[in-house]
């Protein structure tokens, strides 16, 4: 970061070296993250399991502990060292994806699968921080969604490279390879391994000092690690209740109160029939996040007072959270469907799902975060506008996707789709930035994966696979999430509505809940 002579702020040809390395990072995020979809049918058979299990193992099991561990390693995010965190993080979830190769059981996979959603709460959090010190504001919006892009090619690289595998391997081996390994194993293996070697060149990046590129430079924290454990026992339960009573009596009692009531709601559900580790997985991480915030609310209300209790950051949290919903649903059960309804081969499906979902996917959140941030010159909240658009406009192309009976519309509405769903991404996660101070932008995008995760990914492939599962029918399973799109539209427009005034008052409302050193 340097400045003009009129002493703005613009970004060096370094900051967008870092930039194309944190894009490869979020590539290889996703492919670990993602392979599984391509692999899902092999793994069904194997497994002997059904979609809503597969939709529990790519979602759920996944998702919530990158939800829950996302946050503790965001606070770490805003007080240590940025770029070891993510090394480390790779190197974390690049080794738990390799042994998902060697898993022979649902259960093994299932615990395979936690692994690499905590090794991959490591990266956004600080992959943000990093990009909006190395970027002033105007171009904030941009640079986030040339990172998000990763998240498309990745998947996209991940369905190719993952069909091809299993495709090529058991054709090789049709009663198993060398150590007895199926394709869906191999291919584990092969996308897994090669992180663990680049997680060394993630070490070699500059760490930038934070908050110089909005003149508001932070001085090293003086203990993190201290703050990450203390965040720990805010969020990790059994240890959430000696966090609470470290507060005093009455947080005690609330949180014993939220454990009850979860724990009430997850018997009534698995009493209606519901399977035990979906729920009891997403009770654990919507107790868990109560538990944070309202240790929060106690250790750092400045922090609080612009997250949580900033209705402008939870309306766009549920925006893109209920848009998330339906884009990692789509994403996951694409695969299955062209090949379990339409015949589609593996390698296929990989090919052109993959390669049509990297392009559309990196276009239309490319192009999404331009038009954000231009709409942001008018008004503050215009990016709000890009992720209204991403929530309804693929309405009519999932709808008709996934009730075709020809491969070719169901890669052409998938397309238009995901390019258009893709809006949002780069453009929420903006809004997000701009609404905290520097120090607080690793919790602040922790809590919003929170919603991208509990909200979407721990619910949307999950929803879809047991509607399948209770129905016969994928497409049904998919059409039934549409549902949540009013919820969505109306959540956008009160974030569009409510961000012009919680920005122009943040240093204001920091400053009221006690921020003395950051403004």
Same mark, same amino acid.
Request: proline share 4%.
């Given at each position: 970061m340097t400045t003009t002579t009129d002493g703005e702020y613009r970004a060096t040809g370094y900051a967008w070296y870092v930039l194309s390395i944190l894009f490869v990072v979020y590539i290889l995020n996703f492919i670990d993250r993602q392979v599984i979809s391509i692999l899902a049918e092999d793994i069904k058979r194997d497994l002997n399991l059904r979609d809503e299990d597969l939709g529990f193992l790519y979602g759920t099991a996944f998702g919530v502990f990158y939800a829950l561990f996302g946050i503790p390693l965001g606070r770490l995010a805003d007080s240590?060292?940025?770029?070891?965190? =993510?090394?480390?993080?790779?190197?974390?979830?690049?080794?738990?994806?390799?042994?998902?190769?060697?898993?022979?059981?649902? !259960? %093994?996979l299932a615990a395979a699968r936690i692994g690499v959603g905590v090794g991959e709460a490591t990266a956004s959090p600080s992959a943000y921080s990093l990009i909006s010190d190395y970027f002033p504001k105007k171009l904030r919006g941009t640079a986030l969604s040339i990172y998000s892009a990763g998240i498309?090619? $990745?998947?996209?690289?991940?369905?190719? =490279?993952? $069909?091809?595998? /299993?495709?090529?391997?058991?054709?090789?081996?049709?009663?198993?390879?060398?150590?007895?390994l199926a394709g869906w194993q191999a291919a584990f293996l092969a996308v897994g391994l090669p992180g663990i070697v680049i997680s060394l060149w993630i070490a070699t990046l500059r760490e930038p000092v934070r908050g110089l590129s909005e003149g508001l430079a932070q001085p090293p924290h003086p203990a993190p690690f201290k703050a990450f454990f203390e965040e720990l026992l805010t969020i990790v339960p059994p240890f959430t209740v000696i966090g609470a009573a470290r507060l005093g009596t009455r947080t005690l009692l609330w949180n014993l109160v939220a454990a009850a009531i979860t724990a009430a709601a =997850?018997?009534?559900?698995?009493?209606?029939?519901?399977?035990?580790? %979906?729920?009891?997985?997403v009770g654990i991480g919507c107790y868990a996040v109560f538990s944070w915030a309202s240790a929060l609310r106690h250790r750092d209300p400045p922090t609080f007072a612009l997250i949580v209790g900033t209705p402008a950051f939870l309306c766009t949290v549920v925006a893109y959270g209920l848009?998330?919903?339906?884009?990692?649903?789509?994403?996951?059960?694409?695969?299955?469907?062209a090949m379990r309804e339409l015949g589609v081969s593996p390698a296929e499906a990989g090919l052109i799902? $993959?390669?049509?979902?990297? /392009?559309?996917?990196?276009? !239309?959140?490319?192009?999404?975060?331009?038009?954000?941030?231009?709409l942001r010159q008018?008004?503050?909240? $215009?990016?709000?506008?890009?992720v209204a658009l991403g929530a309804v406009v693929p309405v009519p192309f999932l709808a008709i996707g996934f009730t075709t009976d020809t491969p070719l519309i169901l890669y052409a509405c998938l397309f238009l789709a995901q390019f258009t769903a893709s809006w949002g991404l780069g453009n929420s996660a903006a809004t997000t930035q701009d609404l905290v101070l520097p120090r607080m932008r690793g919790a602040a995008t922790a809590t919003y994966f929170i919603g991208t995760t509990l909200l979407g990914l721990a619910l949307g492939p999950y929803l879809a696979g047991r509607v399948s599962s209770l129905t016969g029918s994928l497409s049904t399973g998919m059409l039934s999430l549409l549902v949540t799109v009013p919820i969505t539209l109306g959540a956008a427009i009160a974030a569009f509505r409510l961000v012009p005034a919680a920005e122009a008052s943040r240093e204001d409302r920091a400053r009221a809940a006690g921020e003395t050193d950051s403004t």
């Open positions: 240590w060292h940025r770029v070891r965190l =993510i090394s480390v993080g790779l190197a974390l979830w690049s080794t738990m994806t390799a042994l998902s190769g060697l898993s022979k059981t649902g !259960g %093994q498309y090619v $990745g998947a996209g690289i991940s369905l190719f =490279i993952g $069909g091809l595998i /299993v495709q090529s391997w058991n054709a090789a081996y049709p009663n198993g390879g060398p150590f007895g =997850i018997a009534v559900l698995v009493t209606l029939g519901e399977p035990l580790p %979906q729920w009891l997985a848009n998330a919903f339906l884009s990692y649903a789509a994403g996951f059960w694409a695969a299955p469907y799902l $993959g390669g049509m979902g990297a /392009v559309s996917g990196f276009l !239309g959140v490319t192009v999404g975060g331009i038009l954000g941030d231009k008018r008004n503050a909240g $215009g990016r709000l506008i890009m």
